[in-house]
């Protein structure tokens, strides 16, 4: 859209208005004042039409930045549909300054959604078309509702063609607005009456201007005002009211009669046709083809009855049966699917079921039959239940079930729609080609040492310290939920005082994370709370560079870089990162525990003035920008086996 069209329309206003001015004059006027009266007018009209032009060109801008926002545009490449990107508009920060204004998505096959349009097709279509069209000055009709509009192309390879349509509606607080710049009264009319109306003076009634379009310049019979007009476009035409000087022709002029109460009466009309509006929306100005496509999700009034409240949206429909066939029921559980295995466990989703429809999804971690006959397999996995039964913290993924059903033990956790921190950094490498921002990876940190600072801090019934260590921090054990919830899980195995862990030998699990070990776990040497603040600082760099802490071609070289620890040119490496990034991970990835963050709230503390109160929303608008489509069918922390294997 030319954001020059109503520059043009402002030229040939003032050109009009001086052939008029001419006709005028040589009807046989001869009076000065009366030049001066034309004059004043064809400068406010001038001043008004630059007033309109600069808000056509200002959206026009709004529109282009709207369509170039990051987190739409991973919304769209990643195929979220209509309805998370309806919520996203609704909620997230990232759209705040476009969430009042109508809003159309137009693709190759016509209108994808929209919003704050009347909730049909031709409504929306209309905006688009107006949008694209050659108008004078881009303007769409939506029965009594006129809007400016602006379109911005969406620049991706796929989806391809995608279109932002902005619409500004036309309504008082705009009209205003042009007054104010034009420092006049300002109207716009459709040969019946006000459509809106700002500033100072104005005409007394609307037949003093409607009607009259086709004059160069009307006066008004009291001498107070002169008012002229330019076309606008959509059947409507602006016109600009200038004050006369108290002299200027009141001899030829007639008496000004009951001004005041003329200006409430058109204050009154101007209420009774906003209220008017909504029943008289359906039909009129509309001009849609017939062949205006249906949109996929049409926003407005319907979607609040179409679309259950969020806390029901984020449920899970739960199936009966599963891909490979009739149901498994494991005790009370009824399985719906395999998210993996791993050393001890095979994963499952499971639904528990009540009375009157019940249902609640949860992850099953139900251990290996062949470890059934394994007493020190069965006693880790009872420690693991038992502990994580202890665990209540809102950023710990909490234990709800431990039982045995025949020769098998199972644990019921909490299901996570969500993925998590290697997932995210994936995905975020992959769409956008960068790693992830400080400001995410510092929020995620942050509230994964508020789960780590309650673990370790936790004590046993009698007040004693249990001394936990998690021991297996590392990217595929951190979750963040789809509202942005950050979740520790996996403490399966976990150092405690209370706790007697088997060794790797008996069970064949590798215990914990190479690419993530401090180097004193990495030897075999006692570790502390310390040794999982070292990995968090591992996991923090992992996701700010885009790249692993210890290089190597396969597991040997890692482990060894492990027990060996940073060097002088891991240090170098940490020094390209932002410069507050850099400072903190120095001090999280010293070689000497010492020298390290003596606890989770130290290592919390000098992250926290870097994590903004919007963080979390910010991060939950990332995930489902990069993730929506697969979380809202259902994908959630085992979609694509967010919830890591156990021990890998």
């Known amino acids: ?96 300054p476009h969430r009042a204004r109508a809003f159309v998505l137009m693709g190759p096959d016509g209108v994808v959604m929209s919003r704050n349009v009347r909730s049909d097709a031709p409504a929306a279509a209309e905006l688009a078309t107006r949008a694209a069209g050659h108008d004078s000055m881009p303007l769409a009709r939506v029965g009594e509702q006129t809007y400016l509009v602006a379109a911005g192309p969406v620049r991706l390879a796929d989806p391809p063609g995608r279109v932002v349509v902005l619409g500004l509606p036309v309504d008082g607080p ?54 002229a007009s330019a076309e606008l476009g959509q059947g409507l035409r602006l016109w600009a009211v200038s004050p006369l000087a108290p002299n200027a022709g009141r001899a030829a002029l007639l008496p000004l009669w009951g001004l005041a109460a003329a200006l409430a009466l058109v ?143 199972f644990i019921a956790q909490e299901y996570i729609v969500g993925r998590n921190i290697a997932q995210l950094c994936e995905r975020h490498q992959e769409r956008l080609s960068e790693p992830l921002d400080v400001a995410t990876v510092f929020y995620i940190a942050y509230e994964t040492l508020q789960a780590l600072g309650y673990a370790h801090d936790k004590t046993n019934d009698a007040g004693e310290p249990m001394h936990i260590v998690h021991r297996d921090i590392s990217p595929g054990n951190v979750v963040v939920s789809r509202v942005g919830e950050v979740k520790l899980i996996d403490f399966g195995i976990v150092k405690s005082a209370d706790s007697s862990r088997v060794s790797h030998t ?92 003596a606890t989770a709230e130290d290592f919390a503390s000098d992250l926290q003035p870097h994590v903004s109160p919007g963080a979390k929303a910010r991060v939950a608008t990332l995930l489902n920008a990069l993730f929506g489509a697969e979380l809202k069918s259902g994908g959630g922390i085992g979609g694509t086996g967010t919830l890591k294997r156990d021990a890998s």
Not at 32 to 56: C, P
Not at 80 to 96: G, P, S
Not at 532 to 540: A, E, N, R, Y
Not at 578 to 596: E, G, H, S, Y
């Open 1 to 96: 859209m030319p954001v020059g069209r109503g520059g043009v329309a402002a030229v040939l206003g003032v050109s009009a208005l001086g052939a008029a001015a001419a006709a005028f004059l040589a009807a046989g006027s001869s009076d000065a004042r009366r030049a001066a009266a034309i004059s004043a007018s064809g400068r406010a009209l001038a001043a008004a039409q630059a007033a309109v032009a600069s808000s056509a060109r200002d959206l026009a801008v709004e529109a282009v930045s709207a369509a170039a926002v990051p987190q739409f545009r991973a919304a769209l490449q990643n195929k979220v549909d209509t309805f998370t990107l309806d919520d996203l508009f609704q909620t997230e920060d990232w759209w705040a």
């Open 506 to 597: 008996d069970l064949g699990n590798v215990k914990g994370n190479a690419a993530f070990m401090s180097p004193e776990q990495a030897r075999g040497l006692a570790v502390d709370r310390r040794s999982d603040l070292f990995s968090l600082g591992l996991v923090m760099y992992r996701a700010l560079a885009g790249e692993p802490f210890y290089l190597g071609g396969t597991t040997a070289e890692v482990f060894y870089g492990a027990a060996t620890g940073p060097t002088a040119e891991h240090f170098e490496r940490i020094d390209r990162l932002p410069a507050v990034a850099a400072r903190i991970l120095k001090q999280a990835l010293m070689p000497d525990p010492a020298d390290r963050y």
């Open 267 to 409: 204050a009154f009309y101007l209420g009774l046709s906003r209220r008017r509006a909504p029943a008289a929306a359906a039909t009129a100005g509309t001009s849609v083809p017939s062949t205006a496509p249906t949109p996929a999700l049409m926003a407005g009034s319907s979607i609040a009855s179409a679309v259950p409240p969020l806390a029901r949206r984020l449920s899970v429909n739960l199936p009966t049966t599963i891909a490979s066939g009739d149901a498994q029921v494991f005790g009370r559980y009824t399985v719906l699917g395999r998210l993996g295995s791993g050393g001890m466990c095979d994963i499952y989703t499971a639904a528990l079921t009540g009375p009157e429809g019940f249902q609640r999804t949860f992850v099953l971690k139900r251990l290996k039959p062949e470890l059934a006959l394994n007493r020190a397999a069965v006693d880790q996995f009872i420690d693991e239940a038992k502990l994580g039964s202890t665990l209540v913290h809102s950023n710990i993924v909490p234990v709800f079930d431990f039982g045995r059903v025949g020769d098998g033990f």
């Open 174 to 227: 705009l009209v205003e607005s042009w007054a104010a710049s034009a420092h006049a009264g300002v109207l716009v009319t459709d040969g019946h009456g006000f459509e809106r109306a700002g500033g100072a003076p104005r005409p007394s009634s609307p037949a003093d201007l409607v009607g009259r379009e086709a004059d160069p310049v009307v006066v008004d019979p009291g001498g107070v005002w002169a008012a």
